[in-house]
């Protein structure tokens, strides 16, 4: 069974940045794509970022392209969401989501999830 751990949201001031991260443990090789989803109140959960295990490919979501930057250390079996120009509309519980799916990026897509860790923005 997979698990992934998320860490480092927290508060931030408009404007500044945060580094999300996301342990995976468990069977690793069941994954093939990893992703970074978010979820506000009365909101659907969205995909932000998603990259590929072997090749490092990766797609973002129009509201944080050029802000955000997805990562991983496959070593380390660690994936990271780089936030920056943050804004009250990133205010949401992120989560880090494993599909065994190449090119996955529906939430139907991902099997794997962590608990999520909340990202508030001040103005």
């Known amino acids: 069974q997979v698990q992934l751990v998320e860490s480092g949201g927290g508060l931030v001031q408009a404007g500044g940045s945060l580094r999300l991260s996301c342990a995976l443990s468990?069977?690793?090789?069941?994954?093939?794509?990893m992703g970074w989803f978010r979820q506000a109140p009365a909101n659907e959960r969205e995909l932000v970022a998603a990259?590929?295990?072997?090749?490092?490919?990766?797609y973002y979501g129009d509201s944080v392209k050029g802000r955000f930057t997805i990562a991983r250390d496959s070593a380390k079996n660690m994936v990271f969401l780089q936030m920056s120009g943050l804004g009250p509309e990133d205010a949401a519980v992120y989560y880090c989501?494993?599909?065994?799916?190449?090119?996955?990026?529906?939430?139907?897509?991902?099997?794997?999830w962590g608990q999520g860790t909340q990202v508030t923005v001040s103005s």
């Open positions: 468990g069977r690793s090789l069941s994954t093939t794509t």
């Open positions: 989501a494993g599909a065994s799916l190449r090119d996955a990026s529906t939430v139907s897509d991902f099997t794997y």
């Open positions: 990259i590929s295990w072997r090749y490092g490919r990766t």
